[in-house]
């Protein structure tokens, strides 16, 4: 009885002691990610609607397959204020942690970007700040823009935790922090070391594996999102420096086309530009249906006022081509920069075909009547009726002073020379004088 008790007991702590092993393991296992999603997204190149459209869709695609964590990995010198702050809005809305993996650069834009993320790690290399806002053309904005972005900079450091002073002083160069060395002047940039000690980055690693060890995470499984193909023609066209190429290439190539017979190389350029503007923005998700539809109104309206001349309809196309760029144009006033240079392309480049090829070429050929009833050809606007002078003839009409008269058995306009002459009375041609015939009563 005695042994069979030992064996069981032995048996009872063997049992106890693997289901020990067994939770350390588990534990174990789940402090280094295992069984867990991760998926590893890239922001690259600059920040415009096209990376929204993409953030968008693999974000949601993340959440869709149980993500646990989304890293941003982060390399971009900044980009569309716009942009950037659809971009936070969509992962402020994400309900999986998030890290900011800043593998050179996170500047302006994307420094806003990355404030939005749970947490912030930084290769050594890297670095994040220089926000100020700026216009296109590479001045400074107006106050009531620098204001707006540098509370959005400040809200997106305090909506993660982080102290507001240094968002801000990379958003406005008036704020002076000597222990970071930035002087009065100069946009807040901070290095790894400087981002680690004021809280901005919770560490520096090499490398994404080092990322996924410090996250707890090295076991995990690690999904890599990529830019498709469509997405990537996207993004570089709705680019803010390649629109008003494609519209001014669109343009060109469109007046070209109307001073060349047939349908050639220029007409075909515009058209490809005009169908890659339109392919981008829809892709970028910027270009509705409802967009498409107004352009090919607008074209169908300005082929038709060929054929049906008036101007009313050819105008109406052409507000109806401008609405729909302006529909699917990811800011107003980028595209009203745009639209003004392809205009001015475009007539310069209808002045200088005009003035040396004129109106003999193209579809103008077709719209402008060219024959002339010319003397030579043997056309005469009107007879020249000399041999009438100094013929007699009676008036059929009273004269006053024109009427009717009978010259040589001939019904003829005449006019007396001012005074009244009646019907049935004589009459002599004194003068001729193109379609005048002057009478004189007898």
Known sequence: ???????????????????????????????????????VIPIEDDVERGLEAFLSRTTGEAIEEGADHIIFEINTPGGSVEAADNIG?????????????VISEALS?????????????????ARMGASGVINSDGT????????AWLKAMTSAAESNGRDPLYAAAMADSSIDLPELNAKEGDFLTLTPNEAVQVGYAEGIVSDRTELLYELGLANATVVEKEVTFAESVAR???????????????????????YSPGFGVPGSIGLISLVLFFYGHFVAGLAGMEAIILLVIGIGLIIAEIFIPGGILGVIGIGAVIGSLFMSGASISNMTMSIAIAFLVAIIASVILFRRIGLDKGIFRHVILRDRTTTELGYVSNE???????????????????????INNERIDVISEGSFIPAN??????????VRVVVRGL
Do not use: W
């Not at 992962?91 to 942690?97: A, D, E, G, Q, R």
């Not at 400074?140 to 620098?146: C, E, G, L, P």
């Open 1 to 39: 009885m005695m042994k069979r008790l030992t064996v069981y007991t032995s048996m009872l702590i063997i049992f106890v002691s693997f289901l020990s092993i067994h939770n350390d393991l588990v534990v174990q296992a789940d402090s280094d990610g295992g069984g867990k999603l991760v998926y």
């Open 236 to 258: 570089f066209i709705t680019n803010p420096i390649v629109v008003p190429i494609l519209l001014s290439l669109a343009s060109l190539g469109l007046i070209v086309e109307l």
């Open 425 to 434: 009375a004589k009459v002599k041609v004194v003068k001729v004088e193109g």
């Open 140 to 147: 400074a904005a107006d106050k009531k823009a620098q204001s």
């Open 384 to 406: 020249n009726r000399l041999d009438l002078i100094g013929m007699e003839g009676i008036t059929v009409t009273a004269l006053r002073p024109s009427g009717m008269a009978v």
């Open 89 to 101: 809005t969509i992962i402020s809305n994400l309900t999986v942690p998030t890290t900011s993996f």
């Open 109 to 125: 834009a994307g420094s806003y970007i990355a404030l939005h993320t749970d947490t912030i790690y930084m290769t050594p290399r």
